[in-house]
């Protein structure tokens, strides 16, 4: 970044008003700044709504393209991150709908809308290492908080989920009625999900990184269809 442009990230004078205003008439500092400033809550936006790193990217570069060509539509009422996060949000909720076929659910199989199992990835690729060492460290807290559940609800959770039986075949095995498998596996269910979010929430700000070489090409991209120099 040049030395004009850090300035104008970082001065308290360049606030949103100025920002626009430079951008209105084409300042290539000042949509750099802009997109540099949002890049990361934009993507976060895009990737929790549509799960999907390219997804994401294609729906930050089309957030900024929309809002940089309809400036003029933008009157200060909120902020320009509120502003650019509605056009995001909009976005990609517009691309989730039109991925997602109507589905009649009277014409459904019985038991298709029953809760489905979905596997924990134990592995991945040998050529992304980074992949599997965070699945380890995810494996391991998950197996970690299952340790830490008391045993009337932790032998119930192994029993049903992790060993894939069914709520009679477990209450059988454990000689408990089915109810009480049901409500200990419910109880077992929201401590696990409360242990696995206290000991990867310091981390959770985090996820989903979108800074480096990804941020700058897709400020360069955005450029480029603005038809500014790069």
């Not at 709908?97 to 809760?115: H, I, M």
Request: aromatic share 4%; charged share 30%; hydrophobic share 40%.
């Amino acid at each position: 970044m040049q030395q004009g442009q850090a300035r104008l990230v970082t001065s308290p004078a360049s606030g949103d008003a100025e920002l626009v205003r430079r951008a209105r008439i084409r300042d290539e500092a000042a949509i750099r700044a802009i997109m540099q400033a949002h890049n990361r809550k934009l993507y976060r936006i895009a990737r929790g709504i549509l799960r999907n790193d390219g997804e994401a990217e294609d729906v930050v570069q089309e957030t900024y393209v929309r809002a940089f060509t309809h400036l003029d539509s933008f009157r200060g009422d909120s902020s320009l991150a509120t502003w650019l996060s509605r056009i995001a949000m909009n976005e990609a909720l517009g691309r989730l709908r039109r991925q997602r076929p109507s589905v009649d659910w009277t014409t459904l199989e019985p038991g298709v809308l029953n809760a489905q199992i979905i596997q924990f990835p134990v592995s991945a690729t040998p050529d992304d290492p980074e992949k599997s060492m965070a699945q380890r460290e995810i494996q391991h807290v998950v197996e970690q908080a299952i340790d830490e559940l008391p045993e009337a609800f932790r032998i119930v959770f192994i029993t049903r989920v992790s060993e894939g039986r069914k709520v009679e075949e477990t209450a059988g095995i454990l000689d408990l009625k089915p109810e009480t498998v049901k409500t200990r596996l419910h109880r077992a269910r929201t401590m696990l999900r409360t242990n696995v979010e206290n000991k990867i929430g310091p981390v959770v700000m985090e996820a989903f990184p979108f800074a480096g070489k990804r941020c700058e090409r897709l400020t360069n991209a955005v450029i480029a269809r603005l038809g500014l120099t790069i």
